[in-house]
């Protein structure tokens, strides 16, 4: 069983920088690949990025490459979100997401491939 929390989330005017952190409990952190999702309001959950279990390797949605940086700390259990420029389209609650899925991680960019979700926080960009 894995627990995640998000954090980091909040208002923040359009071109600003956030990062988010989300945080997991137990030892198995390193046998996880973590992904970041994000939902807006009226709309389906989509994907942003994920890592790799050894902070190795990186794959973004296309519409967010250059902006959002993801990355990992294992001795922290800690996944980060970076996310640079903000836009108001990026206004969304944003979730990780731990999948002990052996694809490789463009196959990672679903929802079904993950065992476990944190409960979100929210990023709101002002105009």
């Avoid at 967010?64 to 836009?87: H, I």
Wanted: with cysteine; hydrophobic share 30%; net charge positive.
């Amino acid at each position: 069983q894995v627990q995640l929390i998000e954090s980091g989330g909040g208002l923040v005017q359009a071109g600003g920088s956030l990062r988010l952190s989300c945080a997991a409990s137990g030892r198995t952190f390193n046998t996880y690949a973590m992904g970041w999702f994000r939902q807006a309001p009226g709309k389906e959950r989509e994907f942003v990025a994920v890592i790799s279990r050894t902070g190795g390797t990186t794959y973004y949605a296309d519409s967010l490459k250059g902006r959002f940086t993801v990355s990992r700390d294992n001795a922290k259990n800690t996944v980060y979100l970076q996310m640079n420029s903000l836009k108001p389209e990026d206004t969304a609650a944003y979730y990780c997401a731990a999948s002990g899925s052996s694809w490789s991680l463009s196959r990672l960019s679903v929802e079904r491939k993950y065992d476990y979700w944190g409960q979100g926080t929210q990023v709101t960009v002002s105009s």
